[in-house]
């Protein structure tokens, strides 16, 4: 996991470690599709090494592993719309605005939360608990790699 984990590191230092200001056009969808799917790659690499699967629980696990993917890259996208508008407001964050993005921010961590459980609970059901769990171990971990990442390389507001 330590690969991934400085491939994460640095694909976020490198979107991230500019000034809040320049923030918003550093990140052109050309840059966001490429880091995705150089993430996505090493990630399925990473699940393949550490979660041992039967024939039968593959066939089931990775159209329900891509959905997942799916449906968290549209999440993320809402993600990345709010890191840019916070980029785009920084230098006069008003207190209206400050309540949107704060209420956005939320509103992601809260529907990626949401995510996890109803994948949790589809792969639970489709293969097995114990393979869920151990799909959601590494996956959290990842995403929290992310999160710590972009996180600490954001200003903190004015």
């Not at 993430?39 to 041992?52: A, E, G, H, P």
């Not at 996890?116 to 608990?129: A, L, M, Q, T, V």
């Amino acid at each position: 996991m330590n690969y991934l984990s400085r491939l994460l590191i640095a694909a976020c230092a490198l979107c991230l470690c500019c000034p809040a200001q320049e923030l918003h056009s550093f990140f052109p969808e050309s840059h966001v599709a490429l880091l995705r799917s150089e993430i996505q790659t090493r990630k399925t690499d990473l699940i393949q090494q550490n979660l041992t699967l039967s024939d039968d629980q593959a066939r089931k696990f990775w159209p329900l592993q891509r959905s997942y993917e799916n449906d968290l890259s549209k999440l993320d996208d809402s993600g990345l719309d709010f890191i840019r508008a916070y980029a785009k407001n920084w230098d006069d964050l008003n207190d209206e605005m400050a309540r949107s993005l704060g209420k956005r921010v939320l509103n992601y961590h809260k529907k990626r939360d949401d995510l996890h459980g109803k994948y949790f609970d589809r792969i639970s059901k489709e293969i097995s608990p114990t393979v869920a769990a151990k799909f959601f171990q590494i996956e959290l971990e990842l995403e929290d790699l992310v999160d710590l990442r972009v996180a600490s390389s954001m200003p903190l507001i004015k």
